[in-house]
């Protein structure tokens, strides 16, 4: 049984920070690459960042230069290191697990992010 599990979200102020895990369970880990979505109210579910098993990442615009993907092989986690949050990034965020070669592609159940003063 595959499991992603998202940890780390919360209420945070503006120009915050917050670190978000995902950690997964049930997939041969090392063959997928592991990415990072949102959706806020009324908007459709958009891609932030992923990472491929060998470390190689790429970013959305809407993030580039604030938040980090990095991932622990070791470990089967996923983490997003996201800095200077707005109010904008209010929003579920997901963790996702995708292998093409195999037509997988796994969810989380999503991780509240408010960014509010």
């Known amino acids: 049984q595959v499991q992603l599990v998202e940890s780390g979200g919360g209420l945070v102020q503006p120009g915050g920070s917050l670190r978000l895990s995902c950690a997964a369970s049930g997939i041969l880990y090392s063959r997928y690459a592991m990415g990072w979505y949102r959706q806020a109210p009324g908007k459709q579910r958009e891609f932030l960042a992923a990472?491929?098993?060998?470390?190689?990442?790429n970013y959305a615009d809407a993030v580039k230069g604030r938040f980090t993907i990095s991932r622990d092989n070791a470990k089967n986690t996923v983490s997003l290191q996201m800095n200077s949050l707005k109010p904008e990034d209010t929003a579920v965020y997901y963790c996702?697990?995708?292998?093409?070669?195999?037509?997988?592609?796994?969810w989380g159940q999503g991780t509240q992010v408010t960014v509010s003063s």
């Open positions: 990472i491929t098993s060998g470390g190689s990442a």
């Open positions: 996702n697990a995708e292998n093409r070669f195999l037509r997988h592609d796994y």
